[in-house]
């Protein structure tokens, strides 16, 4: 089995900046490819970035240039930096590990809120 768990998330003004972690343990090493989704109220789960094993990334282009994602594999931990947050920004983002064993494996979200 695998867990993922988010942190990170919170409340910050317009403009402003957070940086979320994921952290994987138990069966690790089933994981390739991970990514961060994200969830708003009424809204379908959006892709927000993926990072392969070997740290090749891809971003969805409402965050390119403002997001940055990145990941420790000696740490089993990827991270997400968010400069420039917008409103719209705000939902809920989940980690995501794409499994050698074609499982998909999720965290249990981490709420980001961005008002004044």
């Known amino acids: 089995q695998v867990q993922l768990v988010e942190s990170g998330g919170g409340l910050v003004q317009p403009g402003g900046s957070l940086r979320l972690s994921c952290v994987a343990s138990?069966?690790?090493?089933?994981?390739?490819?991970m990514g961060w989704y994200r969830q708003a109220p009424g809204n379908q789960r959006e892709l927000v970035a993926t990072?392969?094993?070997?740290?090749?990334?891809h971003y969805a282009d409402l965050v390119k240039g403002r997001f940055t994602i990145s990941r420790d594999n000696a740490k089993n931990t990827m991270y997400l930096q968010m400069n420039g947050l917008e409103p719209e920004d705000t939902a809920v983002y989940y980690c995501?590990?794409?499994?050698?064993?074609?499982?998909?494996?999720w965290g249990q979200g981490t709420q980001v809120t961005v008002s004044s």
């Open positions: 990072i392969t094993s070997s740290g090749s990334a």
């Open positions: 995501k590990g794409f499994g050698l064993d074609y499982r998909d494996y």
């Open positions: 138990g069966s690790v090493f089933r994981i390739d490819a």
